[in-house]
């Protein structure tokens, strides 16, 4: 059932805010739609109460004026009751306050891809929860991709494009657009993608529009390369690296130190002497929460790590206060040290992450002490990520078992 009702408000006067039926009042209008009311909004006409007939919903009178005025409130329900048939012609559900927001302009008519993205990212930016804000790269990386679909858009001259029109073949064509003309790959192409397809969700939870259009998009992601540990030898060349240029050493001692005690660049970066190192036993940990696992409120345990003596000697070369080096910086100077030292791993930061568990493993430290120390939450984890046995404790363990034949003859 839909309806739409005029009603009247009068001024009000006196500390009880009682009405004053002697003074013009102000004529608003109200949406029913199956018996749920939209607010009430003013159609900025008003009316003395002898002159209004509640009845018939008109103002009684012959002038102009009076008859200006009851075409006015007759355009006003006609051009409602359209709107409501317009909408309920392509969205589920159409609600009375969402008619009344359409009609004053608080809300499109037909949500475009570029007021939806906007609306989306109001709400991460602005979240009911703080501990769900968004960090800055993520938001960054957001940003950018309502600046592509944008870009698109305007390429395919359809800036004001609705939602309901950007269908599975426009997002293949989007995929192509980026593919062209930034040269992105399936990874890069895939997340752009599932940022508008999580927009156009968002809008039709909102009841914004009827479907999701390319909830059915392919988002194919090429599969991860796995770092590979630095093996012993390698280990080694970088330990007795020295450079001339104090950049280039700095990052080499920063990256054994990565090597020797399993941290993430974040963590390393967050690294503090003073707080992070605790002594148990005589013997000298670091302890520390892992930035990563921080999401969304969500505070796990502390890992405690056993301060290696390579770890030690870089802590003691810089009086505990290490080399604060961005991620960049560090990277490309990373993988200019292993070049010259005669690594020829693609290496990342994770690389050298995962030279600390396959060490430690390696050296017969129990799987259930690396995961601990790595901070895995299972140890199935550390059992995918740390199962590579070096050379060299291969060969020392054929020589434990042949020194034991020996020794038994």
Same mark, same amino acid.
């Given at each position: ?294 999401? =969304? @409120?969500? /505070?796990? *345990?502390? #890992? ?5 003596? &390579?770890?030690? $000697?870089?802590?003691? %070369?810089? +009086? ?42 390696? =050296? @017969?430290? /129990?799987? *259930?002490? #690396? ?5 895995? &939450?299972?140890? $199935?984890?550390?059992? %995918?990520? +740390? ?23």
């Amino acid at each position: 059932m839909f309806d739409v009702h005029f009603q009247l408000r009068y001024p009000r006067r006196g500390k009880n805010k009682t009405p004053n039926y002697s003074l013009p009042a102000a004529i608003y209008f109200v949406v029913n739609v199956d018996g749920v009311l939209s607010t009430p909004r003013t159609t900025g006409m008003k009316v003395l109460k002898d002159d209004w007939d509640s009845t018939a919903q008109k103002i009684n009178g012959s002038s102009d004026e009076v008859q200006h005025k009851n075409r006015r409130l007759k355009r006003i329900k006609s051009d409602l009751d359209a709107l409501e048939q317009e909408l309920s012609a392509t969205m589920d559900v159409v609600t009375s306050q969402h008619i009344v927001d359409v009609f004053v302009g608080k809300k499109q008519k037909r949500l475009t891809v570029s007021r939806a993205f906007e609306n989306h990212l109001e709400t991460i930016r602005n979240p009911h929860d703080k501990e769900e804000a968004l960090k800055e790269k993520s938001m960054e990386k957001w940003d950018r991709s309502k600046e592509l679909v944008e870009e698109f858009l305007k390429s395919i001259k359809m800036e004001n494009l609705p939602v309901i029109h950007f269908t599975l073949p426009l997002a293949e064509k989007y995929r192509k657009f980026m593919v062209k003309k930034y040269k992105f790959g399936k990874d890069h192409t895939s997340r752009n993608l599932s940022y508008l397809r999580t927009v156009f969700q968002e809008a039709k939870k909102d009841g914004e529009v009827p479907n999701n259009p390319i909830y059915d998009v392919e988002l194919p992601r090429s599969r991860p390369k796995k770092p590979e540990p630095l093996t012993l030898l390698e280990l080694q060349r970088l330990i007795d690296f020295r450079a001339k240029d104090i950049w280039l050493q700095q990052s080499a001692d920063a990256a054994i130190f990565m090597c020797f005690t399993g941290l993430d660049h974040c963590d390393y970066m967050n690294f503090d002497a003073d707080r992070h190192i605790i002594t148990i036993d005589n013997v000298k940990i670091i302890r520390m929460v892992r930035q990563k696992m921080c999401r =969304k @409120g969500y /505070r796990p *345990e502390p #890992v405690e790590i056993p301060i290696l003596p &390579e770890a030690m $000697a870089v802590l003691n %070369k810089y +009086n505990g206060y290490l080399p604060k080096i961005k991620y960049n910086t560090i990277l490309d100077q990373v993988r200019q040290i292993m070049s010259m030292i005669r690594v020829t791993k693609n290496i990342s930061m994770k690389n050298l992450r995962k030279t600390c568990g396959t060490y430690l493993l390696n =050296k @017969g430290v /129990r799987m *259930e002490v #690396v995961r601990d120390v790595m901070g895995h &939450e299972t140890i $199935a984890i550390t059992e %995918k990520i +740390n199962t590579i046995v070096y050379p060299e404790t291969i060969i020392n363990l054929f020589r434990h078992l042949y020194i034991g034949k020996m020794l038994m003859r």
